[in-house]
């Protein structure tokens, strides 16, 4: 017989301000500690040079993981002039030189360049998974690492401050599977310069922004003094852009229990379309509507 796992049934997210030098998995694990959680997982990683927005799931949140990965995200980066390292940023290996250096104007010229679809090829110290094995960990071994490249979309990348002849900073939105690092890189050949990311922060993920977020430290201040302290944002606050639906209460009953429900006459019944079921305003369940009814595939148990 398993052991059954230690810690507080509570649900919701809790955005948290990443530091620098600390793992995705590390900031969890130690925001999961302080809050005595029995289950828990963040919304896509951030490196551990990056600083910034990290939302962490807890609970019943964490079904809703998958509609944070596909968010359009919020970034701010400085791309420093003069080298360019393995990993992309300022913690790899220095591989190439140069003195050439980009003007401002060269710079705002090339940034429309990466703006809408664009084509990119990801960094080999990356999490992605290649023949079973992350990117990252082949590339620290010393193996040769090759990556495809890949659709993604920036929507906005404006340059917002420069150090003439040192370095440059820029805002970023985009969408998912987009890596800065990798902007930075293209960007950087476009002007016929070396460079890399030395400055990485995430200012939104979805719905969640700076305004909600705090520090570990503040995290661990709040425990002390509200030992009872839990994510203090609904499970549905990932779910904000998804239409939602009204059940009633043997409606709700049926959903919990994974049988489907008749579908009201006023949704298409071709249409895969997410719906939010809810009842009482408590979030029951994921569906979709096939054949004429509402079909869940993903079920809460919130009180």
């Not at 810690?7 to 990443?18: A, M, P, Q």
């Not at 290996?93 to 060269?106: F, G, I, N, W």
């Amino acid at each position: 017989m398993s052991r059954r796992k230690k810690g507080r049934d509570i649900s919701g997210w809790l955005v948290l301000d990443k530091q620098q030098g600390l793992s995705s998995n590390h900031a969890l694990g130690k925001a999961r500690y302080l809050l005595d959680a029995k289950k828990a997982g963040h919304a896509g990683t951030l490196d551990p040079m990056a600083t910034g927005v990290l939302p962490l799931a807890f609970g019943e949140a964490t079904k809703t993981i998958p509609f944070m990965m596909d968010a359009t995200k919020g970034y701010q980066f400085t791309i420093l002039f003069g080298s360019s390292t393995d990993s992309l940023d300022a913690e790899g290996k220095v591989l190439a030189e140069s003195d050439a250096r980009p003007t401002a104007d060269a710079i705002r010229a090339t940034l429309p360049d990466f703006i809408g679809k664009i084509e990119q090829v990801p960094p080999i110290f990356s999490a992605i998974h290649v023949d079973g094995q992350r990117a990252y960990k082949l590339a620290r071994e010393g193996k040769e690492v090759e990556l495809a490249a890949r659709t993604v979309e920036v929507f906005e990348l404006t340059m917002t401050g420069e150090e003439q002849g040192v370095s440059a900073s820029f805002e970023l939105v985009c969408g998912k599977g987009t890596y800065v690092r990798s902007l930075a890189r293209d960007i950087c050949a476009r002007l016929g310069v070396e460079g890399h990311v030395n400055v990485l922060r995430r200012t939104r993920v979805g719905p969640f922004d700076e305004s909600c977020a705090i520090t570990l430290d503040d995290l661990q201040e709040m425990v002390h003094k509200a030992p009872a302290f839990e994510p203090n944002l609904p499970v549905e606050t990932a779910l904000a852009d998804i239409p939602a639906l009204a059940v009633t209460e043997n409606e709700a009953k049926d959903l919990r229990q994974g049988r489907a429900i008749l579908a009201p006459a006023t949704l298409n019944e071709n249409d895969e379309t997410v719906i939010v079921a809810k009842f009482a305003g408590t979030l029951v369940a994921l569906t979709k509507i096939r054949d004429g009814q509402l079909c869940p595939f993903r079920v809460f148990n919130l009180n």
